[in-house]
Structures are given as structure tokens and as C-alpha cells.
């Protein structure tokens, strides 16, 4: 029959053996060296014969235990106490060592123990062997881990009811968005200002889409990897429905290369992406120009990255970068970039504006105007 899998071999260092010639000529001799070797040591510990009787334990057993010597040495092992250590797997474990020269490695035991209750005990065990076939002595240290697993399954509740509570903030978030664009929204429309009316637009279009953001975000786990290309494909749809449709005769593009970054820097660079597109398609393309194409890009070269939005228009005015006197889109990117640890640069020329936010640097491997 084949052993479970807390049974091994060891590695030659960690066999303990006798040199040829020195022996034990009795069962007293060798229980008096095991009774020096295991009360040096602060686990509770047993030495067992070939047949599974204790040979010996050590003083950290009995104080764990509550018991006596009497009631330990010489008896079989599964006899012990009320019978707690009496497991067919442990037994199957523990008599295949000795045969195999093998090792027995944290095999975990949840059992009722008289005197001290409900406990968690990590086994691990090996034997003892000697070269001219005389019997073989099984060390079996027990680790009380009860604590340590209460604390683990403390934790995973606590994160359990962290996750609950996520979710349910995220649900009130979405709902909470989509409150305030429908109060933009009629706000907008019995605006009396002309530029009032704009710029509740505006909000009412950004809104909106931090709420796609939000909802492409959904369901995923804090400090899970997003993976970049389908988050950042969908977000585009997103706003190309919402922005362009049928009536303007402009294409949004996505060109991710492989890459997957943290949620909290997917929403980072979903905003970063959003406030440069809807720039793009308010001021780049005026009139009914039929060539409009938007190019939303990422190039990965660990650790180093870069996030490029490119247009083939007319231009941003230059006083849109204007750092001296940022507008809010501006100071949007600058401070979602500087969390990302990334800088922005920007270039505007007869081919039209591309503004790239990259983390550190690396060589430029092709031209990111949409001409070339």
C-alpha cells in the first residue's frame, strides 16, 4: 500500500545512525542515551521501539500532557492517554519508517486531550537506525500549533467579512454615482449659463465613467493582478459609446502588449486613459474631419512601463499643460500619476498630441504618432 504523503526519505545528512561497532547491548543502555539526547529539547518528544512502545519521552511530554512515567514508559503509543494517539493513518505512518528509513513530516492531529481539551498537534518523526541490524529507534516530536491555527482561522474570518464589506461598499459606490449624474444631469439641463451647462456636462460625462471604471473593476479582490489589455479594451467601448457613436466619424484603438498590474493601479490608469480620451475627442478633432483615430497604447519592459494616449488631430492648445496654471484634467493625470510613480510628458506637433505616463525609462522602440 502506498504511504500518504507526509511520508519521505531524508536526505543522507539527516539520517541518524550509529557508527559500525558501537551498539546498545540493552534495551537500559539505550534508554539511558535517548533520555540524554530528548530532555535536551523544549517540544514534547517520544522514543519508540521498533513495535511502537515508548521507550522514553521527555520532560516537556509529561508537563503538556499531565502525565506520568509510569503510565508512559514501556506502553504502546496508541495506548497512551484515552486512546487520542489510536489514528489508522498515524499507525500506517509510523510503522512504515523504520522498514523505509524514512521520515514522517508534519503530520497534523486535531484530537479532544484529557486535561488540556481540544488540541492541534504537528507530528514529525524518523528513525534511529543501526548498521548491524539491530533494532531500529523511532524520535517523534510533537508541535502544539492550537494557537497558530486559531489565529490563521481568525484571519481568514476576518478577511472573509473585509471582502463582505467591500463588496457592499462597492455597491453603494455604484449606486452613489449614479445619484449624482442623474442630479448633473438635470442640473445640466435647466442650466440658464451656456458655460454652466458645459461644464455640468463635463462632470456629469466623468462621473459616469469612473462608474465604468468601478463596474470593469467589479468582483475583483484587493492586490489582485488585473490584466490590462481586456480592462483597458472594454473601458475604451465604454467611452467610445458614450462619446463618439455613429454621428462622429472617429476611431478609438486599443494596443496593449501583455501585462497585468494590481486593481488599485488599473483604476489609476482606467482614469488617467479616460480624462486623456475624452481630451482627445473634445479638442483634437474639430468639424466633421473623417480620418479621426485615437490610439490608446501600453508597452511593458519589466520592471518599466509606459501608458500612451496618441490623437492624429489638430493639437491641444498649449495652455491645456499648462503647469504653471493646471486645469483639472491636468492635475487629475499629474496626481494619478505621481501615485502610479510615474511622470507625464507630452509632445504636440503637426502630427498630432501623444501624452505617455512611464514608470522609469526604457528605449523608445517605435514612434507612437499615428502617421508613421
Known amino acids: 500500500m502506498e504511504a500518504p504523503n507526509w511520508l519521505g526519505h531524508p536526505f543522507a545528512a539527516e539520517i541518524l545512525a550509529l557508527p559500525k561497532g558501537q551498539h546498545f547491548t540493552n534495551i537500559d543502555h539505550r534508554g539511558a542515551l535517548a533520555q540524554a539526547i530528548v530532555d535536551t529539547i523544549r517540544e514534547p518528544l517520544l522514543v519508540l521501539d521498533k513495535d511502537l512502545h515508548v521507550v522514553t519521552a521527555n520532560r ?81 516530536a510533537i508541535e502544539d500549533i492550537t494557537e497558530q491555527r486559531a489565529k490563521e482561522r481568525e484571519l481568514q474570518e476576518l478577511l472573509q467579512h473585509k471582502e463582505l464589506l467591500l463588496q457592499e461598499m462597492q455597491h453603494r459606490v455604484a449606486n452613489s454615482l449614479q445619484i449624482i449624474a442623474g442630479i448633473l444631469r438635470i442640473k445640466a439641463r435647466t442650466a440658464r449659463s451656456e458655460e454652466t451647462r458645459l461644464h455640468l456636462h463635463d ?54 502588449e501583455s501585462g497585468a498590474v494590481t486593481s488599485s493601479h488599473a483604476v489609476s490608469m482606467g482614469l488617467i486613459v479616460t480624462e486623456l480620451v475624452i481630451n482627445a475627442l473634445k479638442h483634437a478633432f474639430p468639424g466633421d474631419r473623417s480620418d479621426g483615430t485615437v490610439v490608446v497604447a501600453y ?65 523608445v522602440r517605435y514612434s507612437m504618432h499615428l502617421s508613421q
Open 60 to 140: 516537556s511530554f509529561y508537563l503538556m500532557f499531565g502525565m506520568k512515567r509510569q503510565d508512559v514508559q514501556g506502553r504502546p503509543l496508541f495506548a497512551l492517554g484515552e486512546g487520542q494517539w489510536n489514528i489508522a493513518e498515524l499507525r500506517l505512518l509510523l510503522e512504515s519508517i523504520a522498514p523505509r528509513h524514512a521520515v514522517m513530516e508534519a503530520y497534523e492531529v486535531e484530537q479532544e486531550f484529557s486535561g488540556i481539551g481540544r488540541r492541534t498537534m504537528l507530528l514529525n518523526a524518523r528513525s534511529v537506525f543501526y548498521e548491524e541490524n539491530y533494532d531500529a529507534t523511532i524520535l517523534l
Open 299 to 363: 508597452e511593458l519592459a519589466e520592471p518599466n512601463w509606459r501608458l500612451t494616449v496618441s490623437d492624429n488631430g489638430i493639437g491641444l492648445p498649449e495652455s491645456h499643460f499648462d503647469k504653471t496654471n493646471p486645469g483639472l484634467g491636468t492635475t487629475i493625470i499629474e496626481a494619478l500619476a505621481k501615485q502610479l510613480d510615474a511622470r507625464v510628458d507630452v509632445v504636440m506637433d503637426s502630427l498630432g498630441t501623444s501624452v505617455s505616463v512611464t514608470h522609469a525609462s526604457f528605449a
Open 203 to 256: 462632470a456629469h460625462q466623468r462621473v459616469m465613467l469612473v462608474a465604468a471604471i468601478q463596474q470593469h473593476l467589479h468582483g475583483s479582490k484587493p492586490g489582485t493582478t488585473i490584466a490590462l489589455g481586456p480592462y483597458l479594451s472594454q473601458l475604451c467601448e465604454t467611452l467610445a459609446a458614450s462619446m463618439v457613436g455613429d454621428r462622429r466619424p472617429v476611431s478609438l484603438k486599443v494596443h496593449v
